[in-house]
């Protein structure tokens, strides 16, 4: 079963404009991971925010984690054609050391436009 | 250093045959786990591997098997096949399991005609 939703289901937008994903979630976490994945292809790892952070950077990446309110954002700021891709969140409630296990959105479809 | 590979790519097979995928993780990482992608349900966990123990597993019938050998590449296998198996199937590999960055592999399209 998934564990979230991702918010919007797609994103259409103009080459240079930022798109905001919402992702959430339902049971406590340990971190959240962001993924990119390109049609039928594999996962592209973006980012790793862990549930002691609020916010993390990483080159046009900004992802905002809210553990009280269960939710987490992803921000690509002046979006290019190659970030067409769908988006994916993953939670991961596992221990330090321990079996791993992602539980993923939805996903959101980001279709960026020239 | 090399990401994770993943063959055959693409497979085709027919109902109630076997099947079986091969997963290389990234150097020097112990934890491999698979995962199973189709339009209906999405992206779910299928079991993780760690040196050559499997430690946590899916919801998914005893058709679904998997194993890790010494050097850390995973097989999985699937055996009477069925249509709803027809899939994307990712392996990820991690450093050590739980809190780490899961790095996943381009996949293989599984295809049950």
């Known amino acids: 079963s998934q564990q979230g939703e991702e918010d919007p289901q797609a994103l259409s937008i103009q080459e240079g404009e930022n798109a905001t994903m919402n992702c959430s979630y339902k049971t406590s976490i340990n971190n959240l991971q962001w993924y990119r994945q390109n049609s039928g292809r594999g996962l592209v790892h973006l980012i790793l925010i862990r549930s002691n952070e609020r916010e993390k950077h990483s080159g046009r990446l900004r992802v905002t984690l809210d553990t009280s309110k269960k939710s987490s954002s992803l921000l690509i700021t002046a979006s290019r054609a190659a970030d067409t891709a769908s988006y994916f969140c993953?939670?991961?409630?596992?221990?330090?050391?321990?079996?791993?296990?992602?539980?993923f959105g939805t996903g959101t479809r980001l279709q960026v436009t020239l | 250093k090399a990401g994770v590979t993943q063959t055959p790519r693409y497979l085709i097979k027919t109902r109630g045959q076997q099947v079986t995928l091969s997963c290389s993780p990234i150097?020097?990482?112990?934890?491999v786990s698979w995962y199973q992608q189709t339009p209906g349900q999405g992206l779910q966990f299928l079991f993780e591997y760690f040196s050559e123990t499997q430690r946590n597993k899916g919801n998914f019938p005893g058709r679904f098997s998997g194993r890790q050998f010494s050097n850390s590449r995973s097989e999985m296998n699937v055996s009477t096949l069925e249509l709803g198996d027809s899939a994307l199937y990712l392996c990820?590999?991690?450093?050590?399991?739980?809190?780490?960055?899961?790095?996943f592999g381009p996949g293989t399209r599984l295809t049950v005609t």
């Open positions: 150097s020097g990482h112990r934890s």
């Open positions: 993953a939670t991961d409630a596992t221990s330090a050391g321990t079996a791993s296990k992602l539980t």
């Open positions: 990820a590999s991690s450093l050590l399991g739980g809190l780490y960055e899961q790095y």
